[in-house]
């Protein structure tokens, strides 16, 4: 099984950055992929970034060009700098892991708000 943990939300004003982090443990060989996604109140979750084990990567349109979404040095951490946030960034964020041969993993999410 594979555990996930997110890190790293907080408060920020608008334009001001933060950056997320993903905190895998467990079986992590089995990772082929690792997404972010975020869910606004009374919004539906959404898709925001993927990064796979090969490094290819891809954004929402929504964050394109302000998101970066990265591994660490060690296999376990994945993060997601958030640059020129804005008031609609406000969101929980979660951690997705795509796993081989297993149902995908999910985090428990941490807080990002963006004041105006």
């Known amino acids: 099984q594979v555990q996930l943990v997110e890190s790293g939300g907080g408060l920020v004003q608008a334009g001001g950055s933060l950056r997320l982090s993903c905190a895998a443990s467990g079986t992590i060989v089995s990772i082929h992929a690792v997404a972010w996604y975020r869910q606004a109140p009374g919004k539906q979750r959404e898709w925001v970034a993927i990064?796979?084990?090969?490094?290819?990567?891809n954004y929402a349109d929504s964050v394109s060009g302000r998101f970066t979404i990265s591994r660490g040095n060690t296999e376990n951490m994945v993060y997601l700098q958030m640059n020129s946030l804005k008031p609609e960034d406000t969101a929980v964020y979660y951690c997705n892991a795509r796993i081989r041969y297993a149902p995908e993993a999910w985090g428990q999410g941490t807080q990002v708000t963006v004041s105006s």
């Open positions: 990064i796979t084990e090969g490094g290819s990567t």
